[in-house]
């Protein structure tokens, strides 16, 4: 595959993954959405899905990785760093776009986020929508669940690639795919599992720009940590997995 190939690929794949996972939360969180409060188990299956879809979209062109942390993990096991930084830009690029997709489509419900003059409901915080927010904040606690969790998922996948049956049926995004949901089930509880550096650096970076009314933060104190975590949990998992298997 050309690195023109990988580049549309992770680009079409990630954009896809970030319209289900943030319209999922979009739909659970805004008013006057038909979906709103329905939990965190609908979330977690929506992003699920997200994965399903985007990896799918992708996999001829680019292999369908749709995160850095998965590019590093592979990159660690296998020594070929050479078009990691096509991956990486087109996820970011993907996951941007992605975001901006999600903005699209409830822009009636971000245009009415403002206070309810009938119940005297206050504006809905939208930064959740995009990106992640710790339960409790508390860097060293936080960083540690996202390095774990991503680990969770990057040694699996790698492990995945012994199972030749998988990938000659085509199951193994599939597979993925219920990994996600579990992960959300699961680990997602203490700080929304990003898992994933650029599904959460894309869309905080899109928030940032938004005219949403009564938006709310973007929170960039906190930034650093569902993207340093992630990484540090990938590179983890190839060494882990170089040294297990």
Known sequence: MSNGDIFVGEVIGTAILILFG??????????????????????????GFGVLAGAYTAAPLSGGQLNPAVTIGIAVDTGKWGRVWVYLLGQLVGAILGAVLTYLVYLAQFQANVPDEESGEEPTPTLGIFSTIPEIRNPVANLVTE????????????????????????TTVLIVSLLVVGIGLSLGGPTGYAINPTRDLGPRIVHTFLPIPNKGTSDWGYAWIPVVG????????????????
């Open 22 to 47: 943030a319209g999922v939360c979009a739909a659970v969180t805004l008013r006057h959405s038909k979906a709103r409060a329905s939990g965190w188990v609908v979330i977690a299956f929506g992003w």
């Open 230 to 245: 992630p990484l540090i949990g990938g590179v983890l998992a190839g060494l882990i997995y170089n040294a297990a298997f």
């Open 147 to 170: 390095i774990i969790a991503t680990i969770a998922l990057v040694l699996p996948i790698l492990a995945f690639g012994l199972t030749k049956g998988l990938g000659e049926s085509g």
